[in-house]
């Protein structure tokens, strides 16, 4: 048995709200689902049962960046409930609450993992907006917001990276 290496590991971007937090299921939709309510920062957090699950995966699959308008709020309540350690934080230094400067702030980031022959995965609710011509060639998406689903769910994931979770060692 391998263990992916630091370096081979891909490079993770992670969105929360439409990603981690079920925008349905804030909105009031019922899930097939349980949710897990939890309060941070002045704000109410739906998180999905299996999220936990499904993030620590990410994590011990891949070098995950929270890149999201949560910043470095994302490593209190929500990563403690995820169960993940801290993680870094794709930051702009700036308090925007718009998800514009988010591409800007995580392309030298995204480029250097390119260079390095590292896969680079996006996961955020872009409501099919992809930004293409804003980050490197070779960073692949995942749209949480394809058919307005604004939740990650793992069928969304691409496939090389299922295989991943199913080649990791456990333990």
């Not at 939890?38 to 699959?61: E, F, K």
């Not at 990650?152 to 295989?163: A, K, N, R, S, T």
Request: hydrophobic fraction near 40%; glycine fraction near 8%; charged fraction near 25%.
């Amino acid at each position: 048995m391998t263990h992916t290496t630091f370096h081979s590991q891909p490079l993770i971007l992670l969105d929360i709200d439409g990603v981690i937090n079920d925008l349905n299921a804030l909105g009031g939709l019922d899930r097939d689902w349980g949710i897990d309510q939890i309060y941070s920062h002045g704000h109410t957090v739906h998180i999905p049962d299996y999220m936990g699950w499904l993030v620590r995966q990410l994590t011990d699959v891949g070098e995950v960046h929270w890149c999201t308008t949560w910043r470095d709020r994302a490593n209190d309540e929500i990563a403690e409930h995820l169960g993940i350690e801290q993680l870094p934080v794709v930051d702009d230094g700036t308090r925007s609450r718009f998800v514009d400067w988010k591409a800007a702030a995580a392309y030298d980031l995204a480029e250097t993992a390119i260079k390095a022959g590292r896969r680079v995965l996006w996961i955020e609710d872009f409501y099919g907006h992809l930004p293409i011509d804003e980050m490197p060639k070779g960073v692949e998406f995942v749209d949480t917001a394809v058919n307005n689903e604004m939740v990650l769910e793992v069928d969304m994931l691409p496939g090389w990276l299922l295989q991943l979770f199913n080649s990791t060692p456990v333990g």
